[in-house]
């Protein structure tokens, strides 16, 4: 089945560093990643999406200058958090499709980033 | 913002029927029921999708009405490790962005 490999699991980073987040499709060519966070107790969070090649598209009220998507090959996205702060501490979680695929979209196994 | 809702919590004891309903009546004519499920601390899992009939797989069934109004998400046997949030997500596949709402946390008892 589709696998989707996030990394790192956990990271500990300082205040005001950049982190820098993968997701890569195993077996299968993602056109379309998106990029989730969740807050503890709460639901996922739609950050952005970005197209293999395009600029991301990020939702309303997610600054686009301190989190960088980058979606430059078919099989990679990363999610860079820019001068980290501590209420940016949550869990990261990507997913991907692909064009056409039939069946749910794939996850990665998530982020837990925590700004100290 | 998420066009089903969910109970919020639901019990279930280990090796009964989990039955997990679902609302979404202002659903169209080319949307998906998906549901997924969330393990603590773990990216969510696909579980099943239906259109219009239901559907059965490996891990659960999904019925969904006639009108497709709502839908039920039955976990056969549920085992103790079927304790997890479950989303109900209508959207229209191939890329369409997946927007999450707030789930039922299943609790699966011994």
């Known amino acids: 089945g589709a696998v989707v490999s996030q990394h790192p699991s956990r990271v500990i980073c300082k205040s005001g560093t950049s982190v820098k987040i993968e997701c890569r499709s195993l077996?299968?060519?993602?056109?379309?990643m998106f990029w989730y966070r969740q807050f503890p107790k709460q639901s996922l969070m739609l950050m952005a999406t970005?197209?293999?090649?395009?600029?991301?598209?990020?939702e309303q009220g997610v600054e686009k200058d301190k989190f960088l998507i980058n979606h430059a090959s078919l099989t990679l996205s990363t999610l860079t958090v820019t001068s980290a702060h501590p209420e940016d501490s949550s869990f990261y979680i990507c997913?991907?499709?692909?064009?056409?695929?039939?069946?749910?979209?794939?996850f990665g196994s998530g982020t837990r980033l925590t700004v100290v | 913002d998420a066009k089903t809702t969910q109970p919020p919590s639901m019990d279930c004891a280990e090796g009964r029927a989990a039955n997990l309903p679902c609302n979404h009546s202002?659903?169209?004519?080319?949307?998906?029921v998906y549901w997924y499920r969330q393990i603590h601390s773990q990216g969510p899992q696909y579980i099943i999708h239906g259109l219009k009939n239901n559907e059965t797989n490996e891990m659960a069934s999904l019925i969904i009405t006639e009108d497709r109004k709502s839908s039920t998400l039955i976990l056969p046997h549920a085992t103790l490790r079927d304790t997890a949030v479950y989303y109900c997500?209508?959207?229209?596949?191939?890329?369409?962005?997946?927007?999450f709402g707030k789930g039922t946390k299943l609790t699966v008892n011994p």
């Open positions: 202002t659903i169209s004519g080319n949307e998906y």
């Open positions: 970005s197209n293999e090649g395009s600029k991301a598209t990020y």
């Open positions: 077996d299968f060519q993602a056109t379309t």
């Open positions: 997500i209508v959207n229209r596949g191939g890329s369409e962005k997946l927007v």
């Open positions: 997913s991907a499709t692909s064009l056409g695929r039939v069946g749910g979209y794939t």
